[in-house]
């Protein structure tokens, strides 16, 4: 079979989700999807994707089962749970975790799919809103190589950096090393915006400077300007961002490996979680510095 020919089904239409799902319809495949909020998924049914009920119908129904949910909690329900994937997918089919989860559930994942005749991925993403409505996300991949082959094209619809990292987990791992650093650069890049506007700069100007010097970086030519407008609205949301950094910080626990930056970040965030910023954007950080 084809890939153009296989039946994707999608799990979890929410801000990431969503973009990432039309891109697979804008590239022609069939697209069964699931959201536990319905109404997430409307403007994929209305554009052609067929509504599944189940995460247990959605997988008997397809041969790819593509998945970005919240928290590994929910991915090891969405793939582990009596009805989940790995006990309900056809044999032969491949299911991709797009989720920040733990590395050590996506070697679980892939060792119980292996048991059911299914290959497994891990494929987290970094990009944020923009990236997955663009369909430019970096997509870290852990698992097989022959697998990782076979659906790359699939891949090539919702980004355009694709890197195999390794055998399973190795995907979740990369994006560890991903969000510790987008710890201490979220940290730099609000500090820098606050310190313009106290004193007496023009941000927006300053940023035209800095933002293709030795500065730069994706936050801050991306998220700097939401910063300056006040648009605080989620293209990753804080309460997933924390639970991001306490992914990081436990495995780094577990290999000796002292994280300060991380810590701080972590500590700044919790700050905001208390503050009721949950489901803000993550530069949001920017108003506990603006005061």
């Given at each position: ?33 699931y959201n536990r909020t319905r109404s997430k998924a409307d403007n994929l049914v209305k554009n052609g994707a067929r509504w599944k009920n189940s995460v247990e119908e959605l997988a008997r129904e397809s ?54 005749g299914l290959y497994s991925l891990d494929a987290p993403v970094s990009g944020g809103d923009v990236g997955a409505k663009n369909g430019t996300l970096s997509i870290m991949v852990g698992g097989d190589r ?146």
């Amino acid at each position: 079979m084809s890939n153009k020919n296989a039946i994707i089904g999608f799990i979890g239409t929410g801000v990431m989700g969503n973009s990432m799902a039309s891109n697979l319809l804008a590239g022609g495949y069939n697209l069964l999807v699931y959201n536990r909020t319905r109404s997430k998924a409307d403007n994929l049914v209305k554009n052609g994707a067929r509504w599944k009920n189940s995460v247990e119908e959605l997988a008997r129904e397809s041969d790819i089962v593509i998945s970005i949910v919240g928290y590994p909690k929910d991915v090891e329900e969405t793939y582990l749970g009596e009805n989940g994937v790995v006990n309900n997918a056809k044999r032969g089919s491949t299911i991709i975790d797009m989720t920040t989860s733990k590395p050590s559930l996506a070697k679980k994942i892939y060792e119980e799919a292996k048991k059911k005749g299914l290959y497994s991925l891990d494929a987290p993403v970094s990009g944020g809103d923009v990236g997955a409505k663009n369909g430019t996300l970096s997509i870290m991949v852990g698992g097989d190589r022959n697998v990782f082959e076979k659906v790359k094209p699939i891949f090539e619809l919702m980004g355009k950096n694709i890197v195999l990292q390794g055998p399973a987990g190795s995907g979740q791992h990369t994006k560890m090393c991903n969000q510790i650093a987008i710890a201490a650069n979220m940290m730099g890049v609000c500090e820098a915006m606050a310190y313009a506007k106290k004193s007496g700069l023009d941000p927006e100007t300053v940023l035209k400077s800095i933002e293709v010097g030795g500065a730069s970086s994706w936050s801050l030519s991306n998220l700097a300007p939401r910063m300056i407008k006040g648009d605080f609205k989620p293209g990753f949301y804080v309460k997933h961002f924390i639970k991001d950094m306490n992914i990081a910080l436990d495995e780094a626990k577990n290999m000796n490996l002292e994280t300060p930056a991380l810590k701080l970040s972590k500590s700044l965030y919790d700050e905001l979680l208390s503050e009721n910023k949950g489901d803000c954007g993550t530069q949001v950080l920017y108003k506990l510095l603006d005061k």
